[in-house]
T-cell receptor, first 110, second 112 residues
Framework: QKEVEQNSGPLSVPEGAIASLNCTYS??????FFWYRQYSGKSPELIMF????GDKEDGRFTAQLNKASQYVSLLIRDSQPSDSATYLC??????????FGDGTTLTVKP | DAGVTQSPTHLIKTRGQQVTLRCSPK?????VSWYQQALGQGPQFIFQ???????QRGNFPDRFSGHQYPNYSSELNVNALLLGDSALYLC???????????FGNGTRLTVT
C-alpha cells in the first residue's frame, strides 16, 4: 500500500462545475496536509495547506480533512480551463518529510 | 524576493558519470528538500537538509548524497549514474521542517 493514494483519474469536468479531488494516507502520525498544483512541464506550486480537522476555504478552493478516516480532499468551485493541471496531495509528519501521491490530472472543458 | 533557483535547467550525462545539481532557497528559508520526479509519478523524497545536516532521508541508495552550506544553499550529488536516474530533480525550500514547500523549476537529468 502506498503511503499517499489519490484517485488515478483523469478527472474531467465542464467549466463552472465543482471538481472534487480525494486523497487517503496511511500514517496516523501525519500532522500537515498540502495540495499542490502542477502544470505540464512545470514544478509543483502550493495551493492550500490544512492542519486541523474540518474545512478550510481560500477563494474557489476548499480543503477538507478527516484524520479519523485518514482522508483529505480538495474541492474546486466554478472550475475554469486554467485549473486544468495535475493536483498533488502531500502529507507530512512532524519530522518534516512530505510524502506525495502520484497526483490526479484534472481537465476542465470549456 | 527571489524564489527557489536551481541549476542547471537541463543536463545530459552518460551512464557511470557523476552529477552535481545546485539549489538556492527562497529568501528567509532555512530548510532544503530534494525530490526526484519520474514522468507520470509524484515527487519522491530523496533527503532534507536543515542546519547543514541531513535530517531525513528517503529510500534512495548512497549514490545520492547532498550538502547544505551556511547560506542555506544546497547541492545534490549522484554518483555512478544509471539510466533509471533520468528524471526531473526538484529542490524545495521551506521555513522549518514541516512547512509548505516552495519548489524551484527543477533540473531535467537525462542519462544515456
Amino acid at each position: 500500500q502506498k503511503e499517499v493514494e489519490q484517485n488515478s483519474g483523469p478527472l474531467s469536468v465542464p467549466e463552472g462545475a465543482i471538481a472534487s479531488l480525494n486523497c487517503t494516507y496511511s500514517d496516523r502520525g501525519s500532522q500537515s496536509f498540502f495540495w499542490y498544483r502542477q502544470y505540464s512541464g512545470k514544478s509543483p506550486e502550493l495551493i492550500m495547506f490544512i492542519y486541523s480537522n474540518g474545512d478550510k476555504e481560500d477563494g474557489r478552493f476548499t480543503a477538507q480533512l478527516n484524520k479519523a478516516s485518514q482522508y483529505v480532499s480538495l474541492l474546486i468551485r466554478d472550475s475554469q480551463p486554467s485549473d486544468s493541471a495535475t493536483y498533488l496531495c502531500a502529507v507530512s509528519t512532524n519530522a518534516g518529510k512530505s510524502t506525495f501521491g502520484d497526483g490526479t490530472t484534472l481537465t476542465v472543458k470549456p | 524576493d527571489a524564489g527557489v533557483t536551481q541549476s542547471p535547467t537541463h543536463l545530459i550525462k552518460t551512464r557511470g558519470q557523476q552529477v552535481t545539481l545546485r539549489c538556492s532557497p527562497k529568501s528567509g528559508h532555512d530548510t532544503v528538500s530534494w525530490y526526484q520526479q519520474a514522468l507520470g509519478q509524484g515527487p519522491q523524497f530523496i533527503f532534507q537538509y536543515y542546519e547543514e545536516e541531513e535530517r531525513q532521508r528517503g529510500n534512495f541508495p548512497d549514490r545520492f548524497s547532498g550538502h547544505q552550506y551556511p547560506n542555506y544553499s544546497s547541492e545534490l550529488n549522484v554518483n555512478a549514474l544509471l539510466l533509471g536516474d533520468s528524471a526531473l530533480y526538484l529542490c524545495a525550500s521551506s521555513l522549518g521542517r514541516d512547512s509548505p514547500l516552495h519548489f524551484g523549476n527543477g533540473t531535467r537529468l537525462t542519462v544515456t
